[in-house]
Every structure is written in C-alpha cells, then in structure tokens.
C-alpha cells in the first residue's frame, strides 16, 4: 500500500516540474488491486505459571491411653423365697410289678417217660421272656438211674443250648456197684439278659473225670420242668 502511494506522488511531481496538465486519472485505465499485506506474526502466549506443591500430611496423633476398669459393684441382697407352686394332677396309676410277674410262669410235663438215652437232650419247653432284667426260676424233676460199676451220670438244665453262667443248674448221681433209681430235684435261677422266646431243656451227660455210662430217666412217673420269671435280686 506504501508503494502505490509512493507511486502517485512521483507522478504528481513530475508532471508539476513539466508544467503539463496530466489527465492519468481521467482517460487512463483503472489500476488493479494490489496484493494483499502478509497477516502479521501473532505474538507467543505467556508461559504458564508453575503449580504450587501440596503440602505434607499431618502426623497422625497419638492414642489415648486406656482407662482402667471400674470396680465391680458389690453382691446384691438375696431376695425373697418364692411360693410352692401349684401341685401338679395325679399320674395314673402303675402296673402292680407283682402281679405282672405272678402270670409269667410255665410248666411242661410228661408221664412216664421212660427215656434210656445215655448223652444228650431228653425235654425241652418253650417259654416267652418279657423284660430284659428279669431271672428264670428254673425246677426239674423226675428221677435218674447209673447202671455200672464206679459209675457217673450228670442230669443239667439248658437255656437255648447253653447252661446256666456262671452256676449251672445240675444234679449227678454215683454208683459205686448197685444200679438204683433215685428221684432228682434240679431248682436254680439263671440271668438271661434278652426277651423273646427260649428253649429250656432237661439234658444227661458224663460226669468230669468219669468214663460213658448207661443212663435212665423218668422210670414210671411224672417228669415236669416249671419256669418262673421273676424280678432280679436285692443288691
């Protein structure tokens, strides 16, 4: 823009040390626009400011120290008895144990049994036991012959195959020539801790430390094997 100017003023000059009119403006061709001025530099943004530093925690404080326990309060008064309460109704009343063992009992019996085994089982008779801590009260009788010399027979009670623990219920008879029949009583009570029913037999056998023997049972009478069950013994 300076230059156009500039250029104007040249001509205004000349033309004035010439003493010519100069018409340039009045029949002359417009000028063209001149070119555009460069855009200037923008000046530079200021330098931003430093952050200012955080400042440092605290110290955590201390703790307290801990108070000491209180003194325990003293025991108070004891209070008032309190009333008897009410009397409870009546239970029912209990099964008589007496009577209830008076009815458990059974007897088998046989006449003239004239049995000539020598070992083994001669009678049994099945009995039901109804409470565990019950005993059996056990009676046989009949009678029994040795026949022989220096001769032993043993007569014992059984309750399902095993004897009576630990005193069997037991009879032996000695015959030293003689071979007579003698009437026997075997009579015990055996613990038998269980329930249900059981066998109780009537059985022969050797005597300990004797040899075979012939043996005779129930000759022309009555043989009976009666069980009771009875309460267990007073301490």
């Known amino acids: 823009m300076r230059f156009w100017v500039f250029f104007g003023l040249l001509i205004t000059l000349s033309c004035a040390s010439q003493n010519t009119t100069c018409n340039v403006l009045r029949h002359g061709r417009d000028g063209k626009d001149g070119v555009n001025g460069r855009d200037g530099v923008n000046g530079r943004d200021g330098l931003n400011g430093k952050d200012g530093v955080n400042g440092r925690d605290g110290l955590n404080g201390r703790e307290g120290v801990k108070g000491r326990d209180g003194l325990n309060g003293r025991d108070g008064c004891d209070g008032a008895p309190g009333k008897d309460g009410l009397q409870g109704p009546l239970g029912p009343p209990g099964n008589d144990g007496k009577d209830l063992l008076a009815s458990q009992w059974k007897e088998c019996s046989w006449i003239l049994l004239n049995n000539g085994k020598d ?46 623990l630990p005193t069997p219920i037991d009879y032996a008879q ?21 329930t249900g029913s059981m066998k109780i037999g009537l059985n022969i056998g050797n005597c300990l430390g004797y040899g075979d023997a012939d043996g005779y049972t129930g000759f022309q009478q009555a043989t009976r094997i009666t069980i009771e069950e009875i309460a267990p013994p007073q301490a």
Do not use: H, M
């Not at 019950?134 to 009676?139: A, C, D, F, K, W």
């Not at 000695?174 to 801790?193: D, E, M, T, W």
């Open 119 to 164: 070992n083994g089982l001669i009678k049994d008779c099945t009995f039901v036991k109804k409470f565990v801590s019950t005993y059996l009260r056990i009676s046989v009788s009949s009678n029994g012959r040795v026949n022989g010399a220096n001769s032993c027979k043993r007569w014992f009670v059984t309750i399902d195959n095993q004897e009576c």
């Open 174 to 194: 000695y015959r030293y020539s003689a071979s007579l029949i003698v009437n026997f009583l075997l009579k015990g009570q055996c613990r038998i801790p269980k």
